[in-house]
């Protein structure tokens, strides 16, 4: 019997070996999987974050800009303008469909925990602005825009006063233009923070 037992060790050694290299494999194609599904997410967030920081969102800040600029400097002249009838084509609030998906479907388990909460908060500030911009559209919908073609005196009280919901609309817009603001330069940070944590 003695005779056999370096033997059966030996067979025991390989099995045990063979088994650790198969347990080594699965988590390194775990681990790779995991890699290549939070980069994926990173991939996708800077995208959607690209859409604020680089394109759409600085393209409506000057848009917003030139128009309440148009419109303070009228006033500052001592005129009596038309108000400013910004609105938004398309989705009337900032692109968060990344987001929302990585969060419904765990998936953003994957991302660093403080750059986690960095975006998360930044996502919350994104529905925010969202909300300014509605409640600006609502109003503009009522005072602004269905009078447009009926000129400034629409817009001005007798006594040459503005209305005080056109006042009060124009304030909606300001504070929207700077929201937007805001988030565009959140957005570039974040997307550097994003493409450092990929790599």
Known sequence: MRPHLPKIALELFIVFVGVSAAFALDDYRDARQLNIRRH????????????????????????????????????????????????????????????DAAVASGSIELIDPNLFYELARFYNRAHSAGDLYQRYSSAAQADVWPHVNEGPRAFWQHDGQLRPAIAADVERLRDFRDSQGQLNREARVLRSKLRAASN
Request: hydrophobic share 40%; net charge negative; charged share 25%.
């Open 40 to 99: 994926a997410i990173y991939t996708a967030l800077d995208r959607e974050l690209g859409q604020m920081a680089e394109t759409r969102g600085p393209m409506l800040q000057h848009e917003m800009s030139a128009e309440l600029a148009t419109w303070d400097q009228a006033l500052a002249r001592g005129d009596k303008p038309m108000p400013p009838a910004f609105k938004l084509e398309g989705a009337e609030r900032p692109p968060t469909g990344v987001w």
